[in-house]
């Protein structure tokens, strides 16, 4: 996934997002982001319905779904350092290995199954997602496509996903972000398990 990409090379490089659509306004970009992200679930579900275990492949696909109608590196593992308040995503150039590493992790953890309890769900999905969180392997969408995961896992394991624009909400975020920063700092996954488990409904009987 390192494909050599002079636009993408030289967006990161400026530290943009230029897109394919030309658009320079932020609210137009977000709507079309949006209305992306509500076909990409739409087009997961369909493509990923079935009970195959998921490979890192899967997630440049879920991102490429999220972000390919709108950016040229949607897919790609960013080469540019990236951090935010605090924190220090993985560096650019250990990405490959991580994922890697990540892969492994998949090939464990996947596909989920309706037999496995609600705590084991809740572990496992806390650990996916907490991993791809940090390990942040694209430039931008790195959490939407950590949560797309996250509910075709649920989906597999025969739980409703979690309402889209949770993780928007005011407490919900705080709590999030807080979580993230436990699995960064001590890879401990427990506030993330919590947050997971007051968002993820009770499974239909
Ligand atoms: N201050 C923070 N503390 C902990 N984690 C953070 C913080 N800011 C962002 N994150 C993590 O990084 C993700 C955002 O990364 P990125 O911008 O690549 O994803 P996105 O899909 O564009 O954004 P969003 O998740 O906001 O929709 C968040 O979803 C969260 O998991
Ligand atoms: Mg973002």
Not at 81 to 90: R, V, Y
Not at 114 to 135: D, M, T, W, Y
Not at 138 to 154: H, I, K, S, Y
Request: aromatic share 8%.
């Amino acid at each position: 996934m390192t494909k050599t990409n002079s636009k993408a090379n030289h967006s990161e490089a400026q530290g943009d997002v230029c897109n394919l659509l030309g658009i320079t306004d932020p609210a137009m970009l977000e709507r079309h982001e949006k209305a992306a992200l509500i076909a990409a679930y739409d087009r997961a579900a369909t493509s990923y319905s079935g009970n195959e275990p998921f490979t890192s492949s899967d997630v440049c696909n879920l991102h490429r779904l999220i972000l390919g109608s709108i950016f040229e590196w949607a897919g790609e593992y960013r080469r540019a350092d990236l951090a935010c308040k605090g924190i220090k995503w993985c560096r650019a150039k250990f990405i490959l290995y991580e994922m890697s590493n990540f892969r492994r992790m998949l090939e464990r953890m996947t596909p989920f199954s309706p037999s496995l309890s609600r705590q084991e769900v809740l572990s496992r999905l806390a650990e996916i997602h907490g991993e791809l969180i940090v390990i942040h392997p694209f430039l931008d969408g790195n959490g939407r496509t950590a949560r797309l995961l996250c509910d075709l896992l649920l989906m597999q394991a025969e739980y409703p996903p979690i309402r889209l624009g949770a993780f928007d909400e005011q407490e919900v975020q705080r709590d999030y972000f807080a979580a993230i920063h436990d699995v960064w700092e001590k890879i401990d996954y427990q506030p993330l398990i919590a947050l997971l488990d007051r968002l993820v409904a009770v499974k239909p009987v």
